[in-house]
């Protein structure tokens, strides 16, 4: 995705684990995109957190702390 300048490479997981071999898709588009971009992986867990360097967070988090507020319903 790329939004302002910024490329982003955004993985979506449907478990409530994160692990380091979750992230070859989001390693892949490094190596085949040749340009600097942010990584980000989402899952089903409650924390975010970072694994092997990347982050790694919770689609709740996103919903709770970005999107509603975004969206004006807090």
């Given at each position: ?20 071999s ?32 990347l ?20």
């Amino acid at each position: 995705m790329e939004a302002d300048r910024e490329v982003w490479a955004i993985e979506l997981k449907a478990s409530r684990q994160a692990h380091p071999s979750d992230l070859r898709g989001l390693r892949s588009f490094a190596d085949f995109a040749g340009k600097k971009h942010r990584s980000l992986l989402l899952y089903l867990g409650n924390e975010p957190r970072r694994i092997d360097g990347l982050m790694a967070t919770a689609l709740t988090y996103i919903l709770f702390f970005v999107a509603i507020p975004l969206w004006g319903l807090v």
